[in-house]
C-alpha cells in the first residue's frame, strides 16, 4: 500500500489516498474514527487547545462496506484555525520547526500558517491510513500497540505481553505504570508553566509477524522500511530497535537473545534485538523506541532571524502548541508501524 497526505494545517482539510488497499475488507469506520480520536487535539491540559473534531470522511475506494480496491481517498475538515498568530512570524522561523527550511525549500512560497504542510496536524491523516492498515494485518493475525516509555527522564515500566499492550491503547494515557505516567502528566504541566516544552520517547510492538520477511539489503531491511515510515513523523529524531542505543553498553553474553523452542516453534528467551537479525524478521515481536523531540513553539523568548532584513531578531511565539507531542503522537506511531509492517509483507 502506497499513501500520500494532502493538506495544510490552516488550510480548509487534510487527507490521504491509500493506494493498494486489498479489496473486499469490510472497512470498521467506527474503529478508524476511535483511532483518530486519540491522536485529536483539544481534549487535555497536557495538549494544545486548538480544538478540532476530526471527523473522517471516505471520499472513494470504499462501496457498500467494503474495499474496492481503487484509492481510498479520506478527508478530515479544518475548522479552529487562529491564523492570525501566524501573521507576526511570517517571516522570523521559529527555531526548531521547519519553517526555515520550509521557506527554502518553496521559495518563500509554503504555507506558513500553523506550519502549513510541515504541521503535526497531518498526521491525522496518517493515523486514519494506519487504521485501515491495522484491519489489514487484523486478517493476517499482526496487531500493533505502543506505550509512552518517557517523558523528559521519567520511564514508563518495560513493554508487555500482547493482552497488557492491548489494555494499555484503550488508555487516554497510554502507560503501563498510571503512577509514572501521573510523574509524567505533573512534567509536561510544569513545563507549559514554564512557557517551555518537554520530549520523550514512544515504545511500539508488532506482533504476529512470521520469521523470515525482509532481507539484509538496502531496501527491503526490516529495520530500515521500518525507519523510513517513522522519520516521516514530525519530531521524530530517533529509532532504536530492541535494545538500541543500549547495546553499547552491553557484552555479547548479555545482548544475545538466547535460542529456544515453545509449543514447537523456534524462539528467544530475550528480545534485544527487537525482532530482527540480518535485516529479517525472527519471529519474535518487532520492538522499537521512536525519540520524540520537545514542541519546537514555546513561547520563551529565543533568537531567530527576519528573513526580509536578514537581521538577527527575538521571536515570541503565542498560540497554541502541544507542551509535549509524546501521548497525541501515540497512535500516529502505531499507525506509521502498521504501514510499515504492510510495507515488509509486501501488501
Ligand atoms: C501529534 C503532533 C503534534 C505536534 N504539535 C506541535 C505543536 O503544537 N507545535 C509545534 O511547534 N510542533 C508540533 N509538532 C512537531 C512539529 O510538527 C515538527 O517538529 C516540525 O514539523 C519539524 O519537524 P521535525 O521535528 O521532524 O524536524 C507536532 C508533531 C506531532 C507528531
Ligand atoms: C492542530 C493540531 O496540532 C497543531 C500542531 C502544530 C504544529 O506545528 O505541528 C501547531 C499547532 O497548530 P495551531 O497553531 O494551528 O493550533 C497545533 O495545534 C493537531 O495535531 O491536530
Redesign the pocket.
Known amino acids: 500500500m502506497r499513501h500520500m497526505i494532502f493538506g495544510e494545517?490552516?488550510g480548509p482539510a487534510i487527507g490521504v489516498v491509500l493506494e493498494g488497499v486489498p479489496a473486499g475488507l469490510e472497512l470498521d469506520l467506527e474503529r478508524v474514527q476511535w483511532e483518530l480520536d486519540r491522536?485529536?487535539?483539544g481534549k487535555d491540559p497536557t495538549a494544545?487547545a486548538?480544538k478540532?473534531a476530526?471527523r473522517v470522511e471516505v471520499l472513494s475506494g470504499l462501496f457498500a462496506g467494503k474495499t474496492t480496491g481503487a484509492p481510498l481517498a479520506m478527508v478530515i475538515y479544518n475548522s479552529d484555525?487562529?491564523s492570525k498568530?501566524?501573521e507576526s512570524i511570517r517571516y522570523i522561523p521559529r527555531p526548531g520547526?521547519g519553517d526555515y527550511a520550509g521557506f527554502i525549500k518553496s521559495r518563500g512560497a509554503q504555507d506558513y500558517r500553523?506550519?502549513g504542510h510541515?504541521?503535526?496536524?497531518l498526521?491525522?491523516p496518517l493515523t486514519a491510513a494506519g487504521a485501515v492498515a491495522k484491519q489489514v494485518l487484523a486478517r493476517k493475525g499482526v496487531w500493533v500497540g505502543a506505550h509512552i516509555s518517557s517523558i523528559y527522564g521519567i520511564c514508563d515500566a518495560p513493554l508487555g505481553e500482547l493482552e497488557e499492550m492491548k489494555n494499555v491503547v484503550n488508555k487516554p494515557f497510554p502507560v503501563l505504570s498510571d503512577a509514572k505516567g501521573e510523574e509524567m502528566r505533573q512534567a509536561i504541566l510544569e513545563a507549559k508553566e514554564q512557557q517551555d516544552s518537554v520530549g520523550g520517547a514512544i515504545e511500539c510492538a508488532v506482533y504476529g509477524l512470521p520469521a523470515g520477511l525482509g532481507a539484509p539489503d538496502f531496501g527491503c531491511n526490516v529495520e530500515g522500511i521500518f525507519a523510513q515510515y517513522l522519520f516521516a513523523v514530525?519530531a521524530v529524531k530517533g529509532v532504536d530497535f530492541g535494545a538500541g542505543a543500549a547495546f553499547s553498553l552491553m557484552r555479547g553474553s548479555e545482548a544475545n537473545d538466547p535460542f529456544a523452542v515453545e509449543d514447537g516453534r523456534v524462539v528467544t528467551t530475550t528480545n534485544h534485538a527487537g525482532g530482527v537479525n540480518g535485516g529479517i524478521t525472527n519471529g519474535m515481536p518487532v520492538v522499537f523506541e521512536a525519540t520524540i523531540r520537545p514542541t519546537p513553539?514555546i513561547s520563551l523568548p529565543q533568537q531567530s532571524v527576519d528573513l526580509r532584513t536578514g537581521e538577527e531578531t527575538e521571536i515570541e511565539i503565542h498560540?497554541?502548541?502541544?507542551p509535549c507531542i509524546v501521548p497525541?503522537a501515540v497512535p500516529v506511531i502505531e499507525a506509521a508501524a502498521a504501514l510499515a509492517a504492510c510495507a515488509v509483507l509486501g501488501i
Open positions: 494545517s490552516h491522536r485529536r487535539p494544545t486548538r478540532e476530526d484555525q487562529h498568530d501566524y520547526h500553523g506550519g510541515f504541521s503535526g496536524r498526521t491525522a514530525p513553539s498560540g497554541r502548541h502541544d497525541r
